[in-house]
């Protein structure tokens, strides 16, 4: 079974300190990773996935296989950054195709 | 392009009741997903069709069920309804749906069972 845990419901930064979210996975083959996000009113989004290997709006977030993690990053959190991240998983569900399976997300406050 | 558009916007039934929820993919998609998104569970996978037959599921009762159209329309249907079931249901849809496309999320039914 695959399953994603996202430990913080919620996390409150200052403006302009690091921001690190956290996404630990357990899933017995190689999964693919994303990161979507949901602001106030809006629909929910993907951020970026980790085939990508990209940065989008600053954050960034790095595979490791070894700790079955997935943490999204960014150097100088900002305001506009406030909002509920979920990190996703996609892997083989029934009959061979692939499932996504959610977080429970964490709210991100950033604090003017 | 239309965004995926999920019909109605708020709901409000009375426990026992049955209620059919209606998404609209974004056009040529052919995967429809649902989840149920609650303050305390987040998000949790209810179903997904691809091209009108059900690939996968989650782990809901029975009383939930869905079905998607040859213009891969989808609905949902919840019948005898808990008090538990007020949530906000999220549509989403993809082209193919292999695990590694983007999926685009609907606004979202808001569901409210008194």
């Known amino acids: 079974a695959q399953r994603v845990t996202q430990p913080e419901k919620l996390l409150s930064v200052f403006k302009g300190a690091p921001v690190e979210l956290k996404c630990n996975y357990s899933y017995s083959g190689s999964p693919e990773l994303f990161w979507y996000v949901q602001y106030s009113r809006q629909r929910l989004q993907l951020l970026l996935r980790h085939i990508s290997r990209e940065s989008i709006k600053g954050f960034t977030a790095d595979l490791n296989k070894g700790e079955t993690s997935f943490h999204l990053k960014k150097p100088f959190a900002q305001e506009e950054d406030s909002a509920m991240y979920y990190c996703a998983l996609s892997g083989g569900g029934s009959g061979g195709y692939q499932k996504v399976t959610f977080g429970t997300g964490t709210k991100l406050q950033v604090i003017p | 392009k239309a965004g995926v558009t999920q019909t109605p916007r708020y709901l409000i039934k009375t426990r026992g009741q049955q209620v059919t929820l209606s998404c609209s993919p974004i056009s040529g998609h052919r995967s429809v997903s649902w989840y149920q998104q609650t303050p305390g569970q987040g998000l949790q996978f209810l179903f997904e069709y691809f091209s009108e037959t059900q690939r996968n599921k989650g782990n809901f009762p029975g009383r939930f069920s869905g079905r998607q159209f040859s213009n891969s329309r989808s609905e949902m249907n919840v019948s005898t309804l808990e008090l538990g079931d007020s949530a906000l249901y999220l549509c989403?849809?993809?082209?193919?749906?292999?695990?590694?496309?983007?999926?685009?999320f609907g606004q979202g039914t808001r569901l409210t069972v008194v």
């Open positions: 989403a849809s993809s082209p193919s749906g292999t695990g590694n496309t983007e999926a685009f």
